[in-house]
């Protein structure tokens, strides 16, 4: 009988390791993708936005943006990556300030950006993505959403942070 029990529990043991290495794999293929859209984008302005609401979790922008650009990062990154949601629209003054109202409201206004949102917002090497080299900057910031508007040139840049890791000693606390 006992070695018939041991036969079981190796089998059992086996088992389960199989489906752990079963499980780990189709995660690995299955597991989503960074999905981002450029100036350079195939895509019309529709399609984006269409693509962009399916994918996005936290983030929007208005419906009649144009020169829509995105990138959208899954949450599965190791403790310590920041990863989010980051979209760059064109719109006019009064759909920016709507926008803005409506996403974080104006009291979220901000004179100078936190350290943290400042280094969040400079995150990217994307050529469409500088809402630190504005020239006149408005910033509005409220915990993990920043905003960066270049009214100039009607541009907005938003990004939402699903990470509060401490990154180079940026907390996202203010700590």
């Avoid at 529709?46 to 419906?63: C, D, G, I, M, V």
């Avoid at 650009?69 to 920016?96: H, M, T, W």
């Avoid at 400042?118 to 509005?140: A, I, L």
Wanted: include cysteine; proline fraction near 3%; hydrophobic fraction near 35%.
């Amino acid at each position: 009988m006992r070695l018939m029990d041991a036969k079981k529990t190796n089998l059992t043991v086996a088992a389960v390791i199989g489906l752990i290495l079963v499980g780990a794999t189709l995660s690995w293929f299955l597991a989503p993708e960074i999905i981002e859209a450029g100036l350079d984008s195939s895509f019309s302005d529709e399609e984006k936005h269409a693509l962009f609401s399916r994918h996005a979790h936290e983030t929007s922008y208005p419906k009649t943006a144009t020169e829509v650009c995105f990138r959208l990062e899954p949450g599965f990154y190791e403790k310590g990556d920041v990863y989010g949601e980051y979209v760059r629209f064109k719109a006019s003054a009064e759909v920016i300030n709507t926008f803005v109202e409506s996403t974080l409201g104006l009291g979220s206004k901000r004179a100078v950006p936190t350290d943290y949102a400042s280094w969040h917002q400079g995150v990217g090497d994307y050529e469409w993505w500088r809402p630190m080299s504005v020239t006149d900057p408005v910033y509005y910031e409220d915990g993990r959403k920043f905003i960066t508007v270049d009214s100039a040139n009607g541009i907005v840049y938003y990004s939402y942070v699903r990470s509060y890791s401490d990154v180079k000693g940026i907390s996202a606390y203010g700590e």
